[in-house]
């Protein structure tokens, strides 16, 4: 049984990325002002950048129907028996669930694992998807073990703005004028389903610390260590000044790691803006 691991852009994983590791992928659109673009492949971080913070209207969309059934079509086409599809998490949007009602087309051939990840912790799992899946794992095998396993995984976010939140509607109008004024950070959680607002921080500083001491207590208290994890840091348009502190503070946070940095996908940049920091941690896989 020859097995492909398929996921989608809101990963952080581009299709060089992905074409590396052996995985096929689906890219997020990104509308500009009625114009339909493909994250990885026709719009790159500082067009988006420039036109997320102009007068234009920028938004994010799940992928077509159209476009998740072709691609489908295109790996089943190379050769393959079987497909196992990871979407970003359901309780992020509705392209999970457009993705299981259309698999139902194909007889068995298309399994869509709703493993509640997103960013650097999506990518783990199709990578550890991958693995399963060169040992002889069937998808449906693997479908079981992504989802038993899907909330093995923590990321925390710190953003820069709460004009984007606000737009996006995940805070009130009221909430984000007072925030502004005070010069308030929110600190976001992602525990599987749901972006939630965690904390509060006076600076970006104080809320980078609060992301880094609430991971460590996470790490301690539900991953049993440091030794069972992996820690990664991710942002959205950073300099490279500013990624280059921050994974110094993370590393000297968590010296036992080698902590690597990933850019966040332009589909959470829409509702983030630039400046956002984020830390996620999620188990080593053998």
Known sequence: MKTAVMTDTNSGMMECDAERYGIHMVAMPIIIDEKTYY?????DSAA????????????????SPVDVMESWERVLQMGYDEIIYIPMSSGLSESCATAIALSKEY??????ADNHRISVTQWAAALHARKLAS?????????????QTA????????????????KGGRITPAVAAIGTAL???????????????????????????VMIDTLR??????????????????????????????????????????????????????????????VGTYPKYE
């Open 107 to 112: 007889e068995g051939k298309v399994y869509v």
């Open 48 to 63: 988006f950048f420039e036109a997320l913070y102009s007068d234009k209207n920028v938004s994010t969309s799940q992928p």
């Open 151 to 166: 909330y093995d995984a923590s990321i925390y976010i710190t953003v820069d703005t709460l004009d984007f939140l606000k």
């Open 135 to 147: 040992l002889g794992k069937t998808a449906a095998w693997i479908k079981e073990t992504l989802e």
């Open 183 to 209: 010069h308030i950070k929110p600190v976001l959680s992602i525990q599987g389903d749901k972006l939630d607002s965690f904390a509060m921080a006076r600076s970006m500083k104080k809320g980078i610390s």
């Open 217 to 278: 207590k996470d790490i301690e208290t539900r991953f049993g260590g440091e030794d069972n994890v992996i820690v990664a840091t991710a942002g959205s348009g950073l300099t490279q000044e500013e990624k280059d502190s921050y994974m110094a503070e993370v590393r000297k946070a968590f010296p036992r790691h080698q902590v690597e940095y990933y850019p966040l996908p332009l589909s959470t940049c829409v509702h983030l803006g630039r400046g956002a920091f984020g």
């Open 39 to 43: 994250e990885g492949r026709d719009i």
